[in-house]
């Protein structure tokens, strides 16, 4: 994925718009950004094909509301949160949309050097509130709003309206270049796209349902997959408790002959895994504020989200002991590659 740069492009005339909104029924009402709730995606396990599905990339960023258009601009997180300060780029780019009452639902997102979404990149962006500072970061790593819904437009409030309608309208209204980018969706081949997201590296797809209009909160609508990335890690640690232990401390080899730390994992463990793993620990102080480091020994499995550089597993997930693996076998998973 390449953030394009900004340029001019024609958009149909407001008229129009209105007209074809009219056509398709969309109810004439104004619709206020900052009461708008979002429409959230279930969890499924398994990716899955079919007709009257659109299957789109699920982005590693901030869920985002961006309204405007004609001059006004204003974002907000899904969570309500004021995002416009954090990200002048976005909102220039809203305030030039010549249409008015826009409301976009989104990812705000921050692309690598290889055009990939970077969250650790884009949570920097997002602590920079300061205007200077907020200037600064936007022309250092410059953030792009992937939109993939309209909510309303030109006094219209399109959430009634098909999904298939709201993408074919918001489209019809974004330019062609320019920090906002529209969400391409695949429809019924939801297997291929998520073997070629997990080949990437990337976060996961997100199915819905082509005739799905919008509604608050989660629906089986639509649906994220994620790629689930599995790795081994060696125990160099843990956070003692009454039964044993509340965490273990991961690490790999960091090339140099020695140990990079990549987090802790407490979660993922039933009754005999904590049990089994207990029995290969020594002994540990209950209620010790701080680890109890090991020499390292024992090799588990772990699934997590992401791995950034400079910091810790995301959402790690235990799996199992793997006595079949030495610990100098634990290098950093290749994700980059």
């Known amino acids: 994925m390449k953030r394009q740069q900004d340029a001019p492009s024609a958009n149909p005339p407001a008229a ?50 961006a309204a405007g258009g004609e001059g006004e601009a204003g974002l907000r997180y899904r969570n309500g949160g004021e995002a416009t300060r ?32 970077s969250f650790q990149r884009l949570q920097r962006r997002g602590l920079r509130s300061r205007a200077i500072d907020a200037g600064h970061a936007a022309a250092a790593a410059p953030a792009t709003l992937v939109a993939f819904d309209l909510l309303a437009c030109e006094g219209f409030d399109l959430r009634p309206l098909p999904l298939a309608a709201r993408k074919a309208m918001l489209r019809s209204i974004l330019p062609e270049e320019g920090a906002i980018l529209f969400a391409e969706g695949i429809p019924e081949r939801g297997e291929d796209l998520y073997a070629a997201v997990t080949g990437m590296g990337l976060e996961g797809i997100v199915a819905k349902r082509e005739q799905s209009p919008y509604r608050a909160g989660y629906s089986t609508d639509w649906l994220k997959v ?54 290969r620990l020594p002994a540990g102080r209950a209620g010790s504020r701080g680890p109890v480091w090991i020499e390292p020994e024992l090799v588990v499995e772990v699934r997590y989200k992401e791995w950034p550089e400079g910091g810790h597993l995301r959402h790690p997930v235990f799996l199992r002991v793997r006595d079949d693996k030495t610990v100098d076998e634990c290098g950093r998973p290749g994700e980059e590659e």
């Open 16 to 65: 129009a718009i209105r007209a074809e909104l009219a056509r398709l029924g969309a109810p004439r009402a104004a619709v206020d950004a900052a009461a708008v709730k979002v429409m959230k995606p279930q969890t499924r396990e398994r990716p899955f094909s079919r007709a009257g599905w659109i299957f789109e990339l699920k982005y590693d960023g901030f869920r985002m509301l």
């Open 226 to 279: 994620r790629v689930n990335r599995t790795a081994d890690f060696a125990v160099i640690g843990f956070s003692p408790s009454r039964a044993g232990f509340r965490k273990l401390h991961l690490a790999v080899r960091d090339g140099a002959g020695g140990w990079l730390y990549a987090g802790a994992v407490g979660t993922g463990f039933d009754r005999d895994d904590h049990v089994e793993i207990a029995s």
């Open 86 to 117: 954090a990200f002048p780029e976005l909102a220039g780019a809203v305030a030039v949309l010549p249409f008015h009452g826009v409301i976009l639902d989104g990812e705000a997102v921050v692309l690598d050097e290889k055009g990939r979404p």
